[in-house]
Each structure stands twice: as C-alpha cells, then as structure tokens.
Nanobody, 118 residues
C-alpha cells in the first residue's frame, strides 16, 4: 500500500503563486502515476492533473492548463504542483493521489486547503 501526504496550501492573492508538495511512502515501487485533484465547497471533486511515474508525462485539466505545472522527484518519492496566476475559482481543498493500478487512484491524501482571495 502507498501513503501520500500533501503540504503547502495556504492563502494567496489573485494572480499569486503557490507550490504544493506530495510525499509518497510505503510500496512506492508500485506507483504508476500520481495525480492532483481538488474539491471546492459544494462541488464535486475534479481532476487537476497527473504525471506518470516512470516517464514523467503530464496531463492537465483545461481549467488549469498553462497555469499549473506538475513535476516529480522519483528519488524523493515526491510530486509537486506549481500553481501560477491563481484565481478565486481555484479555491479548493487539493488532494494528491497515487495510482497503482491501470485505472484507479487508490491511495489518497487528506488534502490541503488553497484559498485565493484579496
């Protein structure tokens, strides 16, 4: 089993930047990909982006493309979400998740709050 823990959330002004970190532990050799998701109050959880563990290929939701960047450090078993030009609609709890199977993200963190407000 893989455990993941997010960190780095906080309050930022519109147009600002923030970097979230996600540390993985446990059976990290089984990780196929790491993903970031978010859930705003009263809304469904939505996909933000993902990175494949071996090749480092990234995919992003259209809503964050060009503003958010996912990177990984396999040696540290860590994934990062660099968020630039933040908007109030980016306010949400951000979750990191590991995918050890072909389809499902099966290990989730507890989330970290990101608030974008003036």
């Amino acid at each position: 089993q893989v455990q993941v823990v997010e960190s780095g959330g906080g309050l930022v002004h519109p147009g600002g930047s923030l970097r979230l970190s996600c540390a993985a532990s446990g059976r990290t050799f089984s990780i196929r990909a790491m993903g970031w998701f978010r859930q705003a109050p009263g809304k469904e959880r939505e996909f933000v982006g993902t990175v494949t563990w071996s090749g480092g290929t990234t995919y992003y939701a259209d809503s964050v493309k060009g503003r958010f960047t996912i990177s990984r450090d396999n040696a540290k078993n860590a994934v990062y979400l660099q968020m630039n030009d933040l908007k109030p609609e980016d306010t949400a709890v951000y979750y990191c998740a590991a995918r050890t199977t072909v389809e499902n993200y099966d290990s989730w963190g507890r989330g970290t709050q990101v608030t974008v407000s003036s």
